[in-house]
Nanobody, 124 residues
């Protein structure tokens, strides 16, 4: 089992940047594929980015390609999401999630563990 705690959210102007972090408990972080999802008010939770458990393979939703970067530091049990060129439509609660998988996972239904979320608000 793994517990996840997100941080780094906040209020930023359009065009600005934020870096989200997700700290994982336990010694098994490197055995999980990881992902970021987001949920805006009145909308369903959507996939943002994912990374395989070891190595650099990543995957992004089209709307954030070229602006967001997902990475992980297995030695620090931490997942990151660097968000640049933020837009008002990026406003949402951002969640990190862990999946018992080797490769990149994009479906929320394949993730077993979730953090509590961190609010990102982008003003125009």
């Amino acid at each position: 089992q793994v517990q996840l705690v997100e941080s780094g959210g906040g209020l930023v102007q359009a065009g600005g940047s934020l870096r989200l972090s997700c700290a994982a408990s336990g010694r098994t972080f490197s055995t999980y594929a990881m992902g970021w999802f987001r949920q805006a008010p009145g909308k369903e939770r959507e996939f943002v980015a994912a990374i395989r458990r070891i190595g650099g393979s990543t995957y992004y939703v089209d709307s954030v390609k070229g602006r967001f970067t997902i990475s992980r530091d297995n030695a620090k049990n931490t997942l990151y999401l660097q968000m640049n060129s933020l837009k008002p439509e990026d406003t949402a609660v951002y969640y990190c999630a862990a999946a018992r998988a080797i490769l990149v996972v994009t479906s929320m239904y394949e993730y077993q563990y979730w953090g509590q979320g961190t609010q990102v608000t982008v003003s125009s």
